[in-house]
């Protein structure tokens, strides 16, 4: 069986280290960990790492469309593989939950994140598996969407860097022993503080 897993983000050095670039940071953190070595796919404008847990065939994806346009790759990938839903995952920022804070869902809205909505467009479905990474609201007066294409600050960056461990481990507790058991485990911790 083949599990997928979508790390959402923008391409280029410009926005390597961005707050709306989690998604990739996860996937990167994740395959650092297994020693999956990340490769052009093939047919496909997207980035892959591929490997195994617990016996289950993993492929980690970073499509090279900027966010908004994440479907046009994403799912037409998806469908070539003939991956079903539930094990379709899709790694995202999130401005509704704390920076610390992970939550999986097995579907929901958009939220207004862009890159979500072109999945679900280009789907024709919400109903698909995400891993939220929370990066908290912008201070007041700044907009949204200057906020999520800044550089995590240096204290941001430092408490990122065990989330994204520890989302990693979600992803493998998803693929290892199904979602309801990787809900219960890691949407109820609290969030690691600063």
């Given at each position: 069986m083949l599990f997928v897993i979508a790390g959402l983000g923008n391409?280029?050095?410009r926005y390597a280290r961005t707050r709306h670039n989690c998604g990739y940071l996860v996937l990167e953190a994740l395959a650092a960990r297994k020693g999956w070595l990340w490769a052009p796919a093939s047919r496909f404008d997207a980035d892959e790492a591929e490997g195994m847990i617990d016996g289950r065939r993993v492929l980690l994806l970073r499509a090279h469309s900027y966010m908004n346009l994440s479907g046009q790759v994403l799912v037409p990938l998806?469908?070539?593989?003939?991956?079903?839903l539930d094990s379709f995952l899709v790694v995202h920022d999130d401005l509704d939950l704390a920076p610390g804070r992970i939550q999986l869902r097995r579907d929901g809205g958009f939220g207004g994140h862009r890159g979500l909505e072109s999945i679900g467009q280009q789907l024709g479905s919400a109903d698909f598996c995400r891993l939220r990474v929370g990066i908290g609201r912008p201070p007041p007066g700044q907009e949204a969407a200057d906020y999520v294409l800044e550089d995590f600050t240096e204290a941001e960056a430092r408490l990122m860097e065990e989330v994204f461990q520890r989302a990693g481990?979600?992803?493998i507790c998803w693929v290892s022993q199904g979602m309801e058991a990787a809900m219960n485990r890691f949407n109820n911790r609290r969030e690691i503080q600063a």
């Open positions: 391409p280029g050095s998806v469908r070539h593989l003939k991956v079903p481990e979600a992803l």
